[in-house]
């Protein structure tokens, strides 16, 4: 991924995960391949087009086009959990064997004040029953003063030299949702527990976080905010990115991740995938888009 690519995206309708009066789709996984059919995570609610009310659900599809809605994957914790409020931003892991899920919450009640943490739930069927960590929240805020005090959410896993890096954004206190950064957290098992890095924040921008395994690296698409926004990235060791391409990416998108099945010492990088479609003025919806070089 050397030099400044050409980049194209074109979108399409997602059937069966489409608009639909007033329910809200957002924040797809990434996608993956099991059992013969493709099967995508997503923040759904009636209430709203906030993530910040809602529980995580799941749909899969024989050609990742025409999609078929299975119902709730992740419910909301119990009275006095730390994800009591809403479960959201899903991420799917495929490791050992088994299928990681991870997620955001935020606490209870809800404010914009609020802080936010990632938990993982755990299952041997993508179809579940899925089993939350005893180890949750995996990730939480940091001190006051950090870059990541407010927010810590949009977790996306890359499996790299036998450890799990978990790339989220973070917001630091008394900052907008366009000063998102992004960092990294790594761990010897899909459970955790996730350790920060020290070089956090590992770019200055963005939004939802988008990565996968590209050769020998890892890629980046970042949202366009920030001085780093609005860039596809490249890094070679997983931390130090350096931009390839100024884009316009889709809106939270979650590729299909076919690096989870590989055994290969190289990624194949990501063609298509879901996002979601904030262009109308209707509630949010997932869409397909294709990735083109």
Not at 27 to 56: E, K, M
Not at 73 to 82: E, M, P, Q, T, V
Not at 253 to 271: K, N, S, T, V
């Amino acid at each position: 991924m050397d030099g400044d690519l050409k980049i194209i995206f074109e979108y399409s309708e997602a059937y069966g995960l489409g608009y639909e009066p007033g329910i809200t789709r957002r924040d797809p996984s990434c996608i993956i391949l099991a059992g013969g059919q493709f099967h995508v995570w997503y923040t759904r609610t009636p209430n709203g087009p906030s993530g910040y009310d809602a529980t995580v659900w799941h749909a899969t599809s024989a050609d990742g086009i025409h999609w078929e809605e299975q119902g709730e994957a992740l419910s909301r914790g119990g009275a006095g959990d730390w994800d009591e409020q809403s479960v959201f931003t899903p991420n799917i892991l495929v490791a050992e064997g088994r299928y990681f899920l991870f997620y955001t919450s935020v606490e209870k009640p809800y404010s914009e004040r609020a802080l936010t943490a990632i938990g993982v739930a755990y299952a041997d069927s993508p179809a579940g029953p899925w089993t939350k960590g005893a180890g949750n929240p995996v990730l939480s805020t940091g001190s006051d003063i950090g870059w990541d005090s407010h927010r810590v959410d949009d977790s996306c896993l890359v499996v790299r030299d036998g450890r799990y890096w978990l790339y989220y954004k973070g917001r630091q206190k008394g900052l907008s949702p366009r000063e998102t950064r992004m960092g990294l957290a790594v761990a010897e098992g899909p459970l955790g527990p996730y350790r920060k890095i020290e070089g956090n924040p590992l770019i200055e921008g963005g939004h939802e976080v988008c990565v996968w395994r590209q050769g020998t690296g890892v890629a980046a698409l970042v949202q366009p905010n920030g001085p780093e926004g609005g860039t596809l990235r490249y890094s070679e060791d997983g931390i130090h990115f350096r931009r390839c391409a100024v884009v316009r990416p889709p809106q939270a998108p979650g590729p299909y991740r076919a690096d989870f099945l590989e055994d290969e010492p190289q990624g194949a990088g990501i063609e298509w995938g879901l996002h979601i479609n904030l262009r109308s003025r209707q509630l949010p919806f997932l869409e397909r888009f294709n990735f083109q070089r």
